[in-house]
């Protein structure tokens, strides 16, 4: 069973950092791809960074670009760092897998349906 786990949101100042950490288990695909997605109240959910295995590379929303970095670790774990975090951040984050490389991710606009499993989220509130 694939599972994505979520951590590491809470409440941040602007100008802050927060890092958020999905763990994910259960995966047998050789090649995916995980990205994190939020979504704020009243807004779609967007894409934010994303890793593909498949090539090492790395993407990522012009909104974020400079301030969020992606990375992964040897143990199935996706970070998301996030630096000098704005107001608009401020979201219920998401990681999801996918077993390819979605073209979405570099043609844009970022569609969630190319992604199969989801976490459940995790909260980032910036304040001011």
């Known amino acids: 069973q694939v599972r994505l786990s979520e951590s590491g949101g809470d409440s941040v100042q602007v100008g802050g950092s927060l890092k958020l950490a999905c763990e994910i288990s259960?995966?047998?695909?050789?090649?995916?791809?995980v990205a994190w997605f939020r979504q704020a109240p009243g807004k779609e959910r967007e894409g934010v960074a994303g890793?593909?295995?498949?090539?090492?590379?790395i993407y990522y929303a012009n909104s974020v670009k400079g301030r969020f970095t992606i990375s992964q670790d040897h143990k199935n774990t996706v970070y998301l760092q996030m630096d000098t975090v704005q107001p608009e951040d401020t979201a219920l984050y998401y990681c999801?897998?996918?077993?390819?490389?979605?073209?979405?991710?570099?043609?844009?606009?970022?569609?969630?349906?190319?992604?199969?499993?989801w976490g459940q989220g995790t909260q980032v509130t910036v304040s001011s």
């Open positions: 999801a897998a996918s077993p390819s490389l979605p073209k979405s991710l570099y043609a844009g606009p970022w569609n969630s349906a190319d992604f199969t499993y």
């Open positions: 890793f593909y295995t498949g090539a090492a590379s």
């Open positions: 259960g995966l047998t695909w050789a090649k995916y791809t």
